[in-house]
């Protein structure tokens, strides 16, 4: 079984630098809590985790599909429950992307795919949130 | 109910920048995946997610039991499932400090209040992995 592992290191006040596969990621939180708001949050870290999860499923896909496109992101907005430990219970991922409406049914299955079957990212967000999935073609 | 929200553009080859709060955290994949391997991949950066949210945490309960310490980092290794949809289903962290042996005792109690009670981000590793925790004192 393949292992993956990540080393983190205090820096001062809240800040901490991950060590990724020898890719430094600085995470910070606000004011409010100690922090300087230099990088971003651990919380919201896990939100561009999945999108970018997610992201590269659909590139490759499409890749594979050859279907040309242009333009696309992907928008993640996730509800945070009130009391502590504070976790995210419903999540929605907004696709969007350019690409000919031919192609429309290929990209609806390329996110099929990526959700059902290869995206590990959000199989585990699945475990503690309903996860939402919406599609909008840019003109 | 607070909402969090994340944009990820869609770079070129598989590279992906999320704009987090304003700050950019750019992820890439290696080039057995056609990427480039320029920046962490998506599912490694939740393990950086989950040692800054439980790190801050600690830094925070301790500076509040006015603990001296020093030297601080977070390990975290997790391991990944053969089949898809790939996840983490076996993970541990493990905090290293020095710190005087005097307040051992403050800093077990900071990870299980962490553990137990604030860090939203170990919560939502529980409903899918196995989460282990190890203290390690440095000299």
Same mark, same amino acid.
């Given at each position: 079984m393949a292992t993956h592992s990540v080393s983190t290191v205090f820096n001062d006040h809240m800040a901490f630098t991950a060590n990724i596969s020898g890719h430094n990621v600085r995470m910070d939180t606000t004011p409010d809590d100690?922090? !300087?708001?230099s990088a971003p949050s651990p919380k919201r870290l896990m939100l561009a985790s999945l999108a970018g999860c997610t992201g590269m499923d659909i590139v490759m896909i499409l890749n594979k599909m050859k279907v040309v496109f242009s333009d696309f992101s992907i928008d993640v907005d996730a509800s945070v429950t009130e !009391?502590?430990?504070?976790?995210?219970?419903k999540v929605k991922l907004t696709y969007k992307i350019k690409l000919d409406v031919a192609d429309q049914g290929k990209m609806e299955k390329a996110v099929s795919l990526s959700q059902d079957k290869y995206c590990g990212v959000s199989a585990m967000f699945r475990a503690f949130a309903d996860l939402q999935t919406e599609i909008r073609y840019l003109d």
């Open positions: 100690g922090g !300087e708001d !009391e502590h430990p504070k976790i995210y219970n």
